[in-house]
């Protein structure tokens, strides 16, 4: 979901920005109170934030010969609700853009709303919806995590499609020629992120029920 | 629920080194590039005119210095993830015994 370093003209670049960063700010004081009002939970969104850390630094392979990452988002989505994504994801993003010339600052807005705004609400929507059908509690954060990480790459094809419209088939022809770049590769990355993510989970709702329930999370201590 | 997640973590396993064991599809001008550096390709195939304005501050050195920082970014999520799964499955372990230790004393 990286648009590299000024392949977003200044327009779009800016508008992005502004975009995003409400969201970011918005984040910022939605983690400050959780942390006043459930300090408990410090180190968990901590665990959270690394999840995408590790998620987005291992390029994995995907059958159609290409490499891509997946996002890590998911996770804190559904623990922490999706806001408080925004600026963890943003955290990932700076320093990648930093440090390894993945992504940019220029184009840091559309990054972060592609993988730290879209993708989280996305996953938590999901999330909520599934539990809401009554799907056991490892279907609902499979698809949950699965559908965030392709909801990123859609909305970064968009992004690009609407900076780069196709002379013959006009922003939705160069948005599917985007989608067609960046889908075969993620599409299996997004199941693997689904799987590593239930793994996670399950994990938290064996060792981690104290934390879980003061963010009341999958009450009833589902197995 | 160990059982399950061993399960998971081997179908995680066959889903990554599969593609690197099934035959590449045709054409390929070069095995496993980045779907990033794909995407960018495109847009110079969309608009061949558009030069990116920006160039990143710093750019790792070589191949190595990237590959280190990519290793040091899974390295520090890991430690940290390791690290609050260990301290919980420590903290549940030490409940338990204690429970365990009220329930027989009775």
């Known amino acids: 979901m990286h648009i590299a370093e000024g392949f977003l003209p200044p327009l779009h670049a800016a508008a992005w920005t502004a975009v995003s960063l409400p969201f970011v700010v918005a984040s910022a004081w939605r983690i400050n109170r959780l942390m006043r009002e459930k300090p408990e939970t410090k180190l968990l969104l901590a665990a959270a934030g690394a999840y995408a850390f590790i998620l987005s630094a291992l390029k994995l392979p995907s059958v159609t010969g290409s490499c891509s990452h997946a996002t890590g988002t998911g996770l804190g989505a559904i623990l922490f609700g999706p806001s408080v994504m925004a600026l963890l994801g943003t955290i ?35 999330f909520r919806s599934a539990q809401w059908l009554k799907a056991p509690l490892a279907v609902s954060v499979f698809l949950a995590a699965m559908l965030g990480d392709w909801a990123t790459y859609l909305v970064t ?18 948005w599917l020629k985007f989608v067609a770049v960046f889908m075969p590769t993620q599409l299996p990355l997004a199941i693997i992120e689904g799987l590593l993510t239930v ?17 009341a999370f999958a009450p009833g201590g589902a197995k | ?53 920006f160039e990143p501050l710093w750019e790792p050195p070589s191949g190595e210095i990237e590959s280190l920082l990519f290793a040091l970014q899974a390295a520090l999520g890991s430690g940290l993830l390791g690290y609050y799964l260990g301290l919980r499955r420590g903290q549940s372990q030490r409940r338990e015994q204690e429970q365990d230790r009220v329930n027989a004393g009775d």
């Open chain 1, 92 to 126: 990932v993003l700076v320093f990648q853009a930093l440090l390894l010339a993945h992504g940019g600052l220029t184009t840091l807005g559309a990054n972060v709303f592609s993988m730290a705004i879209a993708g989280p609400w996305v996953a938590y929507a999901v």
């Open chain 1, 157 to 174: 094809a968009g992004q690009l499609g609407l900076a780069f419209p196709d002379p013959a088939s006009g922003t939705v022809g160069a």
């Open chain 1, 199 to 215: 793994i996670v989970v399950n994990l938290l709702t064996q060792y981690s029920r104290d934390e879980l329930d003061a963010l």
């Open chain 2, 1 to 53: 629920m160990k059982r399950t997640n061993l399960v998971l973590l081997v179908i995680v396993l066959a889903l990554t080194i599969l593609p690197l064991v099934l035959p590449l599809p045709a054409g390929l001008k070069e095995p496993f590039a980045g779907a990033d550096g794909q995407g960018m390709a495109a847009v110079t195939e969309i608009d061949p005119e558009y030069k990116p304005w």
